[in-house]
């Protein structure tokens, strides 16, 4: 694989303990990262570039939590045209690398009533409306061709969280995640559909790449930043505005990063 190639030998052998996918507005734990070697995904053999608002687009491999670690600042998504191989590659490229376990984050909006712009979620579970990406020839060397999803989301790791985070006077929900294609928002009746299905945040990635995590039996721990209330009974003059959403996550940023930086020095 040329992508895990050409980064190995930016990392001098070092292997990384955990990997890590930031979602929009949620570059800022990179930032927090030691002693930084930050590729452009545009110099990596293979790589798609990222499109999205909020993402900036850099594999940066360094030091979190006193632990080597590599993230991905910017992900990739169905909704930009690529090919599931490609918004997965990451993880392919993370598992080559050497991690043993994955965390993800994500921008989602609440469609559960309880949750306020700002909250983070532990994500328990998913409901997947995206292509799986494990369509297509097995890549055996990775995984097997039918994949167990009965525990998604490791519950040890979902349990350090809260642990961690009670220490730290950070609050926590917990809930499932809803994932579909975008780029388009969603209606107020979608909404209330995901709701009534059992959806706690929806969003528009994450699931593809916990899924081919697991496929390489890579424990994984994913939290939604709740950037909007994801409703059914907007104001007329309401709009959904993306800018808002990545100023939403912006500012819940600390807090995630300051919980994943002590989750990852406790593995």
């Known amino acids: 694989m040329a992508a895990a190639e ?9 292997k990384p303990l955990a990997g890590i996918v930031l979602g929009s507005g949620l570059g800022k ?3 927090k990262i030691e002693n930084p070697t930050i590729i452009p995904y545009m110099d990596i053999p293979g790589f798609p570039v990222s499109t999205a608002i909020g993402h900036k ?3 940066i491999a ?22 599931m191989d490609l918004v997965t590659l ?27 712009m700002g909250d983070l979620m532990v994500i328990t579970d998913h409901i997947n409306h995206l292509p799986n990406p494990l369509v297509g020839p097995n890549l055996a060397e990775f ?9 998604p989301y490791d519950v040890s790791l979902r349990k350090m969280a809260f642990a961690i985070a009670a220490e730290m006077g950070i609050e926590l929900k917990s809930g499932v995640y809803f994932a579909g294609t975008g780029p388009s928002y969603e209606t107020p009746a979608e909404y209330k559909y995901f709701r009534i299905i059992g959806a706690d945040a929806v969003g528009m990635s994450t699931i593809p790449e916990v899924i081919v995590a697991r496929h390489s039996d890579i424990p994984v721990f994913g939290m939604s930043v709740i950037t909007n209330e994801a409703h059914d009974d907007y104001p007329e003059d309401y709009v959904n505005d993306g800018d808002d959403v990545v100023a939403a996550a912006d500012a819940a940023a600390d807090k ?12």
């Open 90 to 116: 990451p993880i392919r490229v993370m598992k080559v690398l050497g991690i043993r376990y994955l965390f993800v984050s994500n921008a989602a909006g609440g469609v559960n009533f309880d949750f306020k």
């Open 143 to 151: 995984g097997p061709r039918f994949l167990d999803m009965t525990h």
């Open 6 to 14: 050409y980064i190995a030998a930016r990392l001098d052998g070092k």
């Open 62 to 83: 360094g030091e979190l939590g006193g632990k080597r670690v590599v993230a991905m600042q910017g992900r990739f998504h169905y909704y930009e045209g690529y090919p």
């Open 29 to 31: 734990l990179a930032d």
């Open 256 to 267: 995630m990063t300051a919980l994943f930086t002590k989750m990852i020095a406790s593995l």
């Open 57 to 59: 687009g850099n594999f």
